[in-house]
């Protein structure tokens, strides 16, 4: 059974802060790794995808990946209000014929 | 560009009726694929199509679930009869092409509720 978990939260950070939010996967052959934004009431929004280690910046926004340790992690720099949301993780690859498998999310609370 | 659109965005059912969720890709996607989300649980992969054929079906949670994708433009998803475990948020996306990195986009959903 292929897994990605995170942490479902809430996690608040104050505005303006790092907000740091992490997911793990159990399937090793994952090759393609997002990070969905999701609104209440909202469908999923891409935020980024990453599929090599290291850092992939763009914006406010920086993805992490350590295959070794099989973990990604989303961080948000000057967190904003707007950013409120739950943030899911998917993971890919061709053992799961590329279909994405989902986290549960995190939710969190940006605090003016 | 028009994006991925699915209608209805809310419906309301008995038990064992039949509900039908349509969803139309972004013109020119090959790939169409339905994903639900039941109450909290994860999202969870239903269905892949490429054009008309169906790519992979083994998240089809069982015989009373069809999908089908004829002329591979729009996508229809028949449930029925419809029970209470159905209710959830039905999302419907499409890709270009399939394989890493590709970017799929999502419709905003059919939320469906048995009751």
């Known amino acids: 059974q292929k897994e990605v978990e995170q942490n479902s939260g809430p996690l608040s950070v104050p505005e303006g802060a790092i907000a740091s939010l992490n997911c793990t996967y159990s399937?090793?052959?994952?090759?393609?790794f997002f990070w969905y934004r999701q609104y209440s009431g909202k469908s999923p929004e891409l935020i980024m995808f990453?599929?090599s280690n290291g850092d992939k910046e763009d914006g406010r926004f920086t993805a992490q990946l350590n295959k070794a340790s099989q973990y990604v992690s989303l961080l948000i720099r000057d967190s904003q209000p707007s950013d409120s949301a739950t943030y899911l993780c998917a993971v890919n690859g061709m053992d799961s014929n590329y279909q994405l498998i989902w986290g549960a999310g995190t939710k969190l609370i940006i605090k003016p | 560009e028009a994006g991925v659109t699915q209608f209805p965005s809310h419906s309301v059912i008995e038990k064992g009726q039949t509900v039908t969720l349509r969803c139309d890709p972004i013109?020119?996607?090959?790939?169409l694929y339905w994903y639900r989300r039941v109450m909290g649980k994860e999202i969870k992969f239903l269905l892949h199509f490429v054009k008309e054929s169906k790519q992979d079906e083994s998240g089809m949670p069982n015989n009373r679930f069809l999908a089908e994708r004829t002329g591979g433009t729009y996508s229809t998803l028949k449930v029925q009869p419809a029970e209470l475990e159905d209710s959830g948020v039905y999302f419907c996306?499409?890709?270009?092409?399939?394989?890493?990195?590709?970017?799929?986009?999502f419709g905003e959903g059919s939320w469906l509720t048995v009751v």
């Open positions: 013109s020119g996607h090959d790939n």
């Open positions: 990453i599929y």
């Open positions: 399937d090793r052959g994952s090759q393609s």
């Open positions: 996306a499409s890709s270009q092409v399939q394989g890493t990195g590709n970017t799929i986009y």
